[in-house]
């Protein structure tokens, strides 16, 4: 059977489709794409991608992804940043999303995840010891939990917020607020969003 494509070609494509959420088509534009432009971008896509692994690493203290030449978070040692308000998330990239606001000016820390027992993750696969430690170290006095309006990220939060009240600590613990989007109609906002929009809602 003739081949439709050449094996180097192929070959990309199938590793482009390993991405998430890059499915045959995607892979395919991508691998084209790729092919057809100068070989300057492919060589520092290359290098990119052969780089990422020995210059990033993750702070010991928050979990957060920093370069491999720093010791600690820069959001974590800048004396400006309030170490008595943490921010929990579940994943390195949430404290870039929460970071464009320029409304945080606390710590992070990075659970790692979300508890889902079907994909066999439980507290033990997060960063939640070292959290607990925190609050005593760094003398925390609120603790916001932003993980996400999922299932998972639902079931996480409840379960932190009883272990740091099982642990005897005496803090303050905040939810991120859920609500309905801006632009979106209520016929189409799912259940779990409406619930949190009601429980949310304020005096005007």
């Not at 998972?152 to 099982?166: C, M, N, V, Y």
């Amino acid at each position: 059977m003739a081949r439709l494509l050449p094996v180097a070609l192929e070959k990309l494509i199938d590793e482009l489709g390993r991405l998430p959420g890059v499915g045959q088509r995607t892979a395919e534009r991508y691998a084209y794409y790729l092919l057809r432009t100068d070989q300057r971008i492919n060589d520092s896509l290359a290098t990119a991608i052969h780089d990422v692994h020995a210059q990033v690493k993750t702070c010991p203290i928050t979990f957060a992804l920093i370069s491999a030449d720093e010791e600690v978070s820069s959001l974590y040692s800048d004396s400006s940043r309030d170490k008595k308000l943490v921010a929990v998330v579940e994943e390195p990239l949430d404290i870039v999303a929460l970071e464009r606001t320029g409304q945080f000016k606390g710590t992070y820390h990075v659970l790692g995840g979300a508890m889902s027992p079907i994909d066999g993750i439980g507290p033990e696969q997060l960063h939640i010891p070292e959290l607990i430690s925190r609050l005593t170290s760094d003398g925390v006095e609120e603790v916001i939990i932003a993980t996400n309006a999922s299932v998972e990220g639902e079931s996480t939060a409840l379960f932190l917020q009883k272990h740091i009240k099982d642990a005897g600590i005496d803090i303050k613990i905040s939810r991120l607020a859920r609500g309905i989007p801006v632009g979106v109609d209520l016929e189409y906002a799912d259940q779990i969003t409406l619930s949190h929009a009601l429980e949310g809602r304020r005096l005007l």
